[in-house]
């Protein structure tokens, strides 16, 4: 494991790393120097409500050996239960650029995996040009089907290019679970990053909230008024919030 069991923290069942941006880009890259496959989730309080909804969930979140809180709502959950994180919340887009950054100063090479057609490419360039060491050694975009023919060719790709690093970028929990079984036939990554929509800020197809916004942990709201359709899916966020009091009274 690249961090110490002891500075793991609980929130309502998922397993979180008590660590720092810096700490978690270092113990992805002691990862493949050491070449000790590292798998790295960032959930947010929706995904927790959902382990919460669908415990058979927990088996696939709790198997990375990374887990970061990216979502305001799990920082405050764990205020709430008396295991508060040191630095807060950890934006695992921002964790996925600082290891570009990295990586631009080492020989070990990156493939991105998601998005809609040409996003990854594009993303690859832009993150070349501004960080001019980084090896891409392939891109593929998310939209194939996630067993069978399609999902063994897209192995076979990613094995073949050779890459040390995989950037896994399908949405969650459909990344983590594919990460999860599949990351046996990965026979050279050394690190899996499950990082969700950030191929399209790399991309410059998506821009993240103002700092006024991520500052005052109102990225989720943000969103929200960016894309309005997520307004059912935003309904978890309360829901979470307050099940983690209740879960924290009955509990003790």
């Not at 807060?88 to 950054?101: T, Y």
């Not at 975009?141 to 040390?164: P, R």
Request: proline share 4%; net charge positive; aromatic share 10%.
């Amino acid at each position: 494991m690249a961090e110490n069991k002891n500075s793991l923290i609980n929130v309502r069942g998922v397993n979180f790393q008590n660590t720092t941006l810096d700490g978690t880009v270092d113990a992805l890259l002691a990862g493949v120097r050491e070449k000790r496959q590292t798998a790295l989730y960032t959930p947010n309080s929706e995904i927790v409500q959902a382990c919460i909804e669908a415990p058979e969930l927990y088996e696939v979140i709790n198997s990375a050996e990374l887990i970061i809180p990216d979502g305001i709502g799990v920082v405050k959950a764990a205020k709430i239960l008396g295991t508060p994180f040191g630095a807060g919340k950890i934006a695992g887009c921002e964790v996925g650029e600082a290891f570009i950054k990295r990586l631009s100063e080492t020989e070990h090479t990156v493939f991105l995996l998601g998005g809609k057609p040409g996003v990854a490419e594009q993303a690859a360039q832009k993150l070349s040009e501004k960080y001019p060491g980084i090896k891409f050694a392939g891109t593929h975009d998310g939209y194939f089907k996630k067993e069978g023919e399609e999902n063994d060719a897209v192995i076979a790709q990613v094995n073949e290019s050779g890459a040390d690093v995989l950037y896994v970028c399908l949405g969650a929990p459909a990344q983590e679970k594919w990460i999860y079984q599949n990351r046996a036939k990965l026979t050279t990554v050394n690190a899996l990053l499950g990082l969700g929509g950030s191929l399209d800020v790399y991309a410059g197809t998506v821009k993240r909230a103002p700092k006024i916004f991520i500052r005052l942990g109102l990225e989720w709201f943000y969103r929200l008024l960016c894309e309005p359709w997520r307004f059912k899916r935003m309904l978890k966020l309360p829901k979470f919030y307050f099940g983690t009091w209740k879960h924290k009274m009955t509990k003790g």
